[in-house]
């Protein structure tokens, strides 16, 4: 009724008619129930991996909670559940907002809302089944890839076709931020996932090893870019400067810092592999580009602390703006730790150390856990028309998340360091000083109860947070469509005079979206192709031959149980590790790794050179209760491996799978696989057995130990056969 | 009042910053048996880290709330000035000169310049990219990955060869059997914690073998035990322990492990291997890394085997 008295009245007065509309609350309200939701799912099962570490009886011998599979459910948790949904939340709501506009398709934005969900209950099944592809924050197996990626065209869809019909000449900063988010994550998911599926829930990734493992850190270090970063960016361009109310600081800034960043940090990615076979111009160039992404990605934090100014009497005031300031300086931080890291002298301190993990949760943690609650705290007021049922929970919040964070951070920093320093600490006589592995890891356990505390305390607060929201809803109404009107607009289409290049680029979002797809791609694909196609990147070993089929299916149970999340299978050259572990890695050493397993922690010791090291009745023993054998240790027990059977009905397709990939079997030889398959396992079973572990040849104990005293045997052949 | 009003923010980002410190007081505390170079790294690093985000702080922070009431505090005049020169801000109340005709929803946007030290960090950032792409790529003026680990072992080796030539390395040559009761001790404690997951607590043998009767696999007496541990037995799974227990430690070991013979602990495994007897040199197998069944000694006739110093005359390997 009033809408039309408006109207009319304007055309009365020959006002330029405004156009009525609605901003959809309803998607936001949902993603906002969703965020919540599996933030305490998340980072519930972050607590519980944080425990078993100190104590691992904590998978009550139960494989499906085990740290190895419920790990990578608290990393797709936290990211694609938790901040996925945030992200999310943000977007709609700022979009619809600085485009003066409704969301382009109400059934779109419904479909993209349980398509996302669906997406995270299937990783929350699939990934403590064990069905993984092992590839860290892209663990997912290939039918949910393809739901990922289907999902995700229909959000960019969606969000097209919104800034197409805004009514608002140019596009606001944040909108830069949400184009560049949106067509970088579809083509990193893309190129990352690509895999040959073995069956339904099965696959191999087309890459091996070097090759792999360049892709998927291309992946890794970009979606941290692109998921936790650019998004985040982005809805801190619209959430902090409303909630300060004040104008954001610099115009000039914001494009200098936008289009630096998204050129610069796709080409980071190498610095998850310093020192190891990546070749080292490669290294080099991921080292170099992670320093000059310091000031690109300070120029967010400059442009929102900045834009406090003449309102820090109000940070002290209200809770959001507390949220954000810290979200902001954590932001600088991590993204100054970052590049440091990747300096070779000190990556080779922190790298598969607990310093690692402390960094991450400083963005993790701060930048996205406590934007997201600034959010929370000043969008759940206003969609249900009141305001907030307690400042003083949201004060208790606030504390007891930085504690969080302080008690978390502190003590991984503190693991993190002392555990590498034993690590590479030789005495007088030129040994290790810390020879047994697990004396370093011993030292550490003090470090590790206190990270769970603080873990703990973090997810006090978002529960906290959650009742102090919902009692605000309850407050209030909701108010599903939000009425707005904004006059229509005509958007020329040719550059105008004078008329700066970067303003008229900002009313063209389809050029803008294909300038800013160019200016990504252009890193990946210098890396990338090179490392492909130039051969004396990845110099082959003659000595090196595919798996045998017992020990492709032990490797399938190795992906499958995770060992990779906590052993690495990268041998760095340096002293410390070479006396430790054996021979340094080589590229040729992976050319039938598919997908690559050198992983990027070591909470137990490095892999690599496994094979042969021990008997194995040991692997036997150690597998069926890791303390009987090594005393201390915080590995989990694996009873169900001498109980179940291994899959040899699978065989065949992986032999053929792994054929078509380039692994040189012989063409026939997946009819006879498995009888060479059986043979190898009767010979182990009967050295078990003869050892006095009584276990059948057909259980999966007798493929994994095969597996594992196959590697880095490889080039132990070729010296023997050279001397 | 005023001042009351601007302590907040500062304490909170502070107390934020604390970690910092206590994390620096903490290596400090673990230095103590690490080598100060990496330490050094480390700290600085952090310290570092630490002046910076202060710097930011202090300078995005700085004393606007004292501007925007018109009451400027005395000390912070120069660097109010400082400031100003560093970031080259228009002032708050001259904003409405600078702000942009776009609205979002509310928000609008400053045409204030670029600060003048963002471009500075950036400008240098690139430098610094350029000239270490020369200098590891170009000039190779600094060791890549593998030449640097070549170096690394060549100190290694020189610092070895040192320790031998002044004596302070025991090897298979020059080790003797110790029989005080605190080389014992030592031998014993090493035992417990790194051989009983295979030989059993008491050396009655479980997947290895029994060390407590007569009979040697690689030969008795404390040069080939020495060996047999140095080396390992990698086809058997007795691992090389040269990289995990330094020579000292291995001789205690070893002399541990030959002063509990004829101990008899129950559950013993059987023998395995020769009856091993010290007679003379000839008898001791000095390993080579390659031969995975050196060592194997004769029987002779005699019984003990208990052995004092065996001089060594030749490399002798046995097949």
New interface residues.
Partial sequence: MIKELTHEQKQQFGVPSMEQFSYDNLIVKNFAIATMVWAVVGMLVGVIIAIQLYLPALNLNFQYITYGRIRPLHTNGVIFAFVGNAIFMGIYY?LQ??C?ARMFSDLLSKIHFWGWQLIIVCAAVMLPAGLTTSKEYAELEWPVDILIALVWVIFAINMFGTIAKRR???M???VWFYIATVVTVAVLHIVNSIELPVSFLKSYSVYAGVQDALVQWWYGHNAVAFFLTTPYLGMMY?FL??AANR????????I?HFW?LIFIYIWAGPHHLL?TALP??A??LG???S??????S??G??NG??T???A??K??EDPVL?FM??AV??Y??AT??GP?LSL???NA?AHYTDWIVSHVHVGALGWNGFLTFGMLYWLIPRLFNTSLYSKKLANLHFWIG?LG??FY??AM??AG??QS??W??????????Y??FLTTTQEIIPMYVIRSIGGAMFLTGVIIMIYNLYKTAKLGSFMANEAAEAPAIFIEKKKGSGEKIHRFLEKKPMKFAILATIVVLIGGLIEIIPTFIIKSNVPTISSVHPYTPLELQGRDIYIREGCNTCHSQMI????SE???YGE?SKAGEFVYDHPFLWGSKRTGPDLQREG????N??HY?HMQDPR???PGSIMPAYPWLEKQDIDIAGTEAKINTLRKLGVPYPFGFENTANDSLQRQADKIAADLQK?GAAVESNKEIVALIAYLQRLGTDIQVTK?AV? | MLKNKIKIPNKLIISLFTFTGIFTSNIYAQAKDNSLDTYGQVAGLLVLLGILIMFILILVLGDEKYKDTGIAPKKSAAFAKFKQRLTKAVPIEKESEIILEDDFDGIRELDNTVPPWFNYLFYGTIVFAVVYMLVFHVFNIKPLMLDEYIGELKAAEIQREELIKTGALINENTVTLLVDEASLANGKSAFTTNCVPCHGPAGEGTVGPNLTDDFWIHGGGIKNVFTTIKNGVPAKGMISWSSLLNPKKIQEVSSYVISIHGTNPPNGKAPEGEKYVSTDSTKTGIGKTDSLKTGTTKIDSSKTNKVKTEPVKTDTMKK
């Fill in positions: 700022s907002r600085v003066k608002e000449k140019h606001y900063v944040a619209y400067p409303k104008p954001v600081y610099s115009y000039k800034l914001s200098i630096a020192y080292d111009w290294q080099s080292t170099v580009f320093i000059m992404l310091i000031a690109p300070w120029g934090m400059i602390l900045l406090l100014r003449g820090w009497d940070v002290k507390k300031v810290v300086t954590a600088g931080m100054f730790e440091m070779k002298n000190v301190i930085t964070i302080i951070v502190t920093y503190w360091i002392a320093l034993m590479k600490q030789f005495t007088a006589e030129g040994i290790l000083q020879p047994n760095r050259p340096f002293r070479t006396e430790r340094y042969n090291k021990y008997p009745v040991w023993l009987s054998i090594s050892n023997s001397k």
